[in-house]
């Protein structure tokens, strides 16, 4: 008989090797553990409330689910742990339980099935990680929003097709991000209502003949509340693909902030100079400097989308409740779970420490015709309709080009060779309205880079953050 498994019963003789392999989930369902015991605790104390264990019971599970925790935390950190001992995690720790404390730890899984356990597992996991990469991102916002104060006058050209577009400025471009990380933030914090939801007493699929306390182990274990259907309890994911979704338009966000972070740094923009702590040399080039960090991130983005996409096309066709095809679910959770952290943590550094070449910026901003724009709408002020405008700006650039001015270096007699037929100017205030600060300033509608709009903005932000 093939009995050294919880399921082994009903089997005649044991699985071979490979199938052994290729079956267990320990050497990654490690990483639920603590969760895992969490919720085996919270368990063994309904049992009792409900008298379906004895007060002995309880005590003596609960101390020997302590122990164990002791020892595999012990036995992990030394790197002694064998990761062939059992199926799971959860297998793991019922054997380690019942091999201290004798065959009542078998009374352990009473009214439970390995379904609910590592589902109670994935969400006591998930939420714990939502949490703390929630906290990250407001780390970060944080500093992103030091940087726009800092550089909420710092002049910098804005773009549209990889073109300068627009003057704005370097706080203004920062604080597009911080937005962008602000949805992020609020998008974990709406999905963390979903993961936050208890399926422990669910079962196999069917819930359970014994006098089960659901609300008792959510409130045990910190959930909202216990989920209303057993077999959902058992065979949602979405809470699983939702958080991924999230982390990769998190992932994305930062993807698009690190092309722009190495095309600030090459020598072509000039723009900044990331720190030496940041950046890795060549094998053959002495001279290069390159934004691994910036590239690594960009590179990791499809990971984490990998591991969204993955999950998805695993559940797609699954038929109701549990079905071995959901162990899939565990391992690019990790993973992109451990990738965000270390972005997190590693990019504001990255971030904080870098050199911002202001003048580089400046003068990229003055070149280039970047106040067209402004002297289009200049035009319209004084009564020529736009679109007219527009083509006589556009005329204005050609013959600025021509002469290799920009548009604030041209003088009296050729703004009235350009706009005689038009409009009388003054040459002098002219120039002074398209300079690169004016231009910035004149943009000072709500949301715009005009530098006391940027500061307003800060400050309501800096008001937002203080309350988190």
């Known amino acids: 008989m093939a009995k050294s498994k919880l399921w082994g019963?009903?089997?005649?003789?044991?699985?071979?090797?490979?199938?052994?392999?290729?079956?267990?989930?320990?050497?990654?369902?490690?990483?639920?553990?603590?969760?895992?015991?969490?919720?085996?605790?919270?368990?063994?104390?309904?049992?009792?409330?409900?008298?379906?264990?004895?007060?002995?019971?309880?005590?003596?599970?609960?101390?020997?689910?302590?122990d164990v925790k002791k020892d595999l935390e012990a036995e992990l950190e030394a790197g002694t742990f064998d990761f062939k001992e059992a199926e799971d995690i959860h297998s793991l720790v019922?054997?380690?339980?019942?091999?201290?404390?004798?065959?009542?730890?078998?009374?352990?899984?009473?009214?439970?099935?390995?379904?609910?356990?590592?589902?109670?597992?994935?969400?006591?996991?998930?939420?714990?990680?939502?949490?703390?990469?929630?906290?990250?991102?407001?780390?970060?916002?944080?500093?992103?929003?030091?940087?726009?104060?800092?550089?909420?006058?710092?002049?910098?050209?804005?773009?549209?097709?990889?073109?300068?577009?627009?003057?704005?400025?370097?706080?203004?471009?920062?604080?597009?991000?911080?937005?962008?990380?602000?949805?992020?933030?609020?998008?974990?914090?709406?999905?963390?209502?979903?993961?936050?939801?208890?399926?422990?007493?669910?079962g196999a699929l069917a819930g359970s003949s014994f006098n089960l306390d659901r609300d008792f182990t959510a409130q045990e274990l910190g959930f909202e509340r216990a989920c209303e259907n057993s077999m959902d309890g058992v065979s949602d994911r979405d809470f699983v693909l939702e958080f991924l979704s999230v982390a990769s338009n998190l992932m994305l966000h930062l993807s698009r902030l690190s092309e722009e972070v190495i095309l600030w740094n090459s020598k072509e923009f000039s723009f900044i100079e990331l720190a030496d702590q940041y950046t890795t040399g060549s094998s053959i080039m002495p001279q290069k400097k390159n934004p691994d960090l910036a590239e690594l991130v960009r590179g990791k983005?499809?990971?984490?989308?990998?591991?969204?996409?993955?999950?998805?096309?695993?559940?797609?066709?699954?038929?109701?409740?549990?079905?071995?095809?959901?162990?899939?679910?565990?391992?690019?959770?990790?993973?992109?779970?451990?990738?965000?952290?270390?972005?997190?943590?590693?990019?504001?550094?990255?971030?904080?420490?870098?050199?911002?070449?202001?003048?580089?910026?400046?003068?990229?901003?003055?070149?280039?015709?970047?106040?067209?724009?402004?002297?289009?709408?200049?035009?319209?002020?004084?009564?020529i309709p736009f679109r007219q405008a527009h083509q006589i700006v556009g005329e204005a650039v050609l013959f600025a080009s021509r002469k290799q001015k920009e548009l604030d270096q041209l003088e009296q007699p050729e703004w009235e060779e350009i706009l005689g037929d038009y409009l009388k100017v003054d040459a002098d205030k002219l120039k002074e309205k398209l300079s690169v600060e004016a231009a910035v300033n004149s943009h000072a509608t709500k949301g715009g880079p005009a530098f006391e709009e940027s500061k307003r903005v800060i400050n309501k932000e800096r008001n937002f953050l203080a309350q988190k």
């Open 9 to 66: 019963g009903r089997f005649e003789a044991n699985t071979s090797e490979l199938m052994d392999q290729f079956n267990a989930s320990l050497p990654f369902d490690i990483n639920l553990m603590e969760y895992d015991i969490e919720g085996s605790l919270a368990h063994v104390k309904m049992l009792g409330k409900q008298e379906i264990l004895t007060a002995a019971e309880v005590e003596k599970i609960t101390e020997g689910l302590k």
């Open 94 to 202: 019922e054997a380690r339980l019942t091999a201290k404390i004798g065959a009542v730890g078998g009374k352990l899984h009473t009214g439970r099935s390995r379904n609910d356990q590592v589902a109670v597992d994935m969400r006591l996991y998930l939420r714990d990680q939502t949490e703390q990469i929630m906290e990250m991102i407001l780390k970060f916002m944080e500093l992103l929003l030091e940087l726009a104060e800092e550089h909420a006058d710092t002049v910098m050209p804005g773009y549209t097709h990889l073109q300068r577009a627009q003057a704005l400025t370097f706080g203004h471009h920062l604080l597009a991000y911080y937005f962008k990380l602000k949805r992020d933030y609020e998008r974990f914090q709406d999905a963390l209502k979903r993961i936050n939801v208890s399926p422990l007493g669910s």
């Open 301 to 383: 983005t499809g990971r984490v989308i990998g591991s969204l996409n993955q999950l998805l096309l695993t559940i797609k066709g699954l038929p109701l409740a549990y079905n071995k095809d959901l162990q899939e679910d565990k391992e690019g959770l990790f993973d992109s779970v451990d990738t965000l952290k270390v972005i997190l943590e590693l990019y504001p550094e990255m971030l904080k420490t870098m050199t911002v070449k202001k003048e580089a910026m400046q003068q990229a901003a003055a070149t280039g015709f970047l106040n067209a724009t402004e002297l289009a709408d200049f035009l319209a002020e004084n009564g």
